[in-house]
């Protein structure tokens, strides 16, 4: 008796735990899907992650892109500039080289012999004034006008450091040499297309306060006037500028200057 009811026993408590068996098996399988969402979501991150990254790294391309396309604007923009300076620069020079300088070596330039009369000259009733005997031609030795010729060649090439440099050999070498205002004011114009307008005014001031009735003097105040227009001091281009047209009336300068002197008016400056 006591072996069967052990064994009711047995199958009464087998079916009880089998059920237990199958609804823990139920949940499990229930929560199968939670225990896999975890393990799903950091997939989703990374994913969102590099979908951020790549749009971050597209806006920083695109800044790029545009920082690019501005210097290549402006180094367009410089290259322009220091064209048109070099053709301005090129033009003045092929001016000068045709008017007639000095000659290298002891000798001056012959000047014109006036014929002697062979009718008997008439005496003055009144004294005759006196006579003003000019000053002799200063001479250019050949050293000195080699490296105004070379500064000037290397000015051409676009080599405006080197150029710089070898008019500095003539304007330190021999104060009095009549190469020196024009050594001093290309000089000035070398600065300005490097973009040294302090130098560059240092420079044409040298030739308008050392050199006043020297052929470039006009032009150097010019320039003067210029640089003081493009550093915005337009009561000091403007003063600079009205000189030019009273010290130099007629000239090339004188005209540049006052068409300058319009323009600021018409910008109101």
Not at 109 to 124: G, I, K, L, S
Not at 127 to 153: E, F, I, N, R
Not at 234 to 263: C, H, I, M, S, W
Request: one cysteine or more; hydrophobic letters at 40%.
């Amino acid at each position: 008796m006591k072996q069967q009811h052990s064994n009711i026993g047995r199958l009464g408590w087998m079916p009880k735990t089998l059920t237990q068996v199958v609804a823990v098996a139920c949940l499990l399988g229930a929560a199968t899907p939670l225990l896999a969402e975890p393990l799903a979501m950091p997939a989703q991150s990374v994913l969102s992650e590099m979908m951020s990254r790549q749009q971050q790294m597209q806006a920083e391309l695109n800044e790029l892109r545009d920082l690019v396309e501005r210097q290549g604007y402006e180094l367009e923009m410089l290259k322009r500039s220091n064209k048109e300076a070099y053709m301005d620069t090129d033009q003045r020079i092929r001016a000068l080289d045709a008017i007639v300088r000095p000659t290298a070596g002891a000798g001056s330039v012959p000047t014109e012999v006036t014929p002697v009369p062979t009718t008997p000259a008439v005496v003055p009733t009144s004294p005759p004034p006196p006579v003003v005997v000019a000053p002799p031609a200063q001479t250019v030795s050949a050293d000195d006008q080699a490296k105004y010729d070379q500064g000037l060649k290397l000015l051409r090439a676009g080599q405006y450091q080197p150029a710089i440099k070898m008019f500095d050999q003539v304007i330190k070498a021999n104060p009095a040499s009549p190469n020196r205002p024009n050594a001093l004011y290309w000089t000035g114009e070398a600065y300005v297309v490097l973009g040294d307008l302090k130098s560059a005014l240092n420079a044409f001031e040298q030739v308008v306060q050392g050199s006043p009735a020297h052929q470039k003097a006009a032009d150097a105040q010019l320039k003067m006037g210029y640089i003081y227009y493009d550093q915005k001091n337009y009561a000091r281009a403007r003063e600079t500028l009205n000189k030019v047209k009273t010290q130099f009336p007629g000239t090339q300068a004188a005209t540049l200057a006052d068409q300058r002197l319009k323009r600021m008016q018409s910008e109101g400056v």
